[in-house]
């Protein structure tokens, strides 16, 4: 009968320990600290697997063993050069000293305020100190096009980056980290997710874009009229050259075909009388086909020496 109480027993006490919390678990990704009244006892407990802490009186908390990820706010800033842009940055970090951590910020959240204020600081520092330039061009490695070299469009003039917004990101992280090391948070990167112009200037902007573009293409345009004025004006001194060579080589050859046609006709004239009466009387025939149509009328003395054949075939 004695064994019954004491069963009674042993089980009230492992009800009270199960539902008490004496025991919680640790995940392979996680760092637990036990706290007691607030203040932290023992060392974090980073082995995964089945735990025991006093019930009651101390608590669990989990703090994060993987990278953990920054996205900060976009934030208006003043370049070198005095150009208000608009920088959005991220940023990946680890919970390096869990102890430290923990008493300094708590939890993720106030880690994330707390990134913000000193990224976002440092971010300001490194774009007021450089020209927009830098924080556009990706590395200074990047190269202007040869044709834009130089090239003034009336409100811009492109050049070569100096550093780069790599290395600007790089100076970021370098003046970040080390203001984080006692809050036990290691800083392992720090990127420009966007840079955009300030949203009320952007209209200004974009006109600015548009006029650049449209004297660009203007000037295109004219050096392609000027090009083709000259290709007209080339096609037609070649082409009145051609003519010109072809007008004389016609008329040389029409001077050469009647000199010809001189010398045969003079020639047949002198060798007989016949052949001087055929040679008028072709001659006459031809004046007749040029002169005479169907339409022709002709008034003529009996006399004339265009009626003269007439004359003879009425005999």
């Known amino acids: 009968m004695r064994i019954v109480p004491i069963l009674i027993l042993a089980g009230a006490v492992l009800l009270v320990l199960v539902f008490g919390g004496a025991f919680f678990t640790v995940h392979q990704t ?153 809050l036990g948070i290691e800083l392992l990167d720090v990127r420009i997710k966007r840079v955009n112009y300030n949203s009320a200037v952007l209209p200004t902007i974009y006109q600015r874009m548009i ?8 000037r295109f345009r004219s050096e392609g009229e000027g090009e083709a004025a000259r290709i007209l004006g080339r096609k037609e001194r070649d082409l009145r050259e051609v003519e010109s060579i072809a007008y004389r080589q016609v008329q040389q050859t029409r001077g050469e075909a009647d000199a010809e046609a001189t010398r045969i006709y003079a020639e047949a004239y002198g060798q007989s009388p016949e052949a001087r009466d055929l040679f008028a009387f072709l001659q006459t025939l031809t004046t007749y086909r040029a002169v005479l149509g169907s339409s022709t009328n002709l008034v003529l003395s009996t006399d004339s020496d265009l009626f003269r054949l007439f004359r003879q075939m009425q005999k």
């Open 211 to 218: 006029t650049e573009r449209q004297q660009i293409a203007q």
């Open 30 to 182: 996680e760092t637990v600290l036990l706290t007691q009244f607030g203040r932290v006892v023992g060392e974090p407990i980073s082995e995964p697997g089945l735990h025991w802490k006093t019930p009651f009186v101390q608590e669990v908390h989990r703090l994060e063993k993987r990278l953990l990820e920054f996205d900060g706010t976009a934030t208006q800033m003043p370049t070198k050069d005095k150009t208000y842009i608009e920088v959005d940055t991220f940023a990946r970090w680890r919970i390096a000293d869990p102890l430290k951590f923990f008493e300094s910020l708590r939890d993720e959240r106030s880690a994330d305020s707390r990134l913000e204020d000193i990224i976002g600081s440092e971010v300001r520092s490194a774009v007021a100190g450089h020209e927009l330039i830098e924080i556009v061009r990706s590395d200074k490695a990047r190269t202007v096009p040869a044709e834009a070299k130089g090239q003034s469009t009336g409100t811009s003039v492109l050049r070569q980056a100096r550093r780069g917004r790599l290395e600007i990101e790089k100076d970021v992280l370098a003046a970040s980290a080390p203001k984080l090391v006692p």
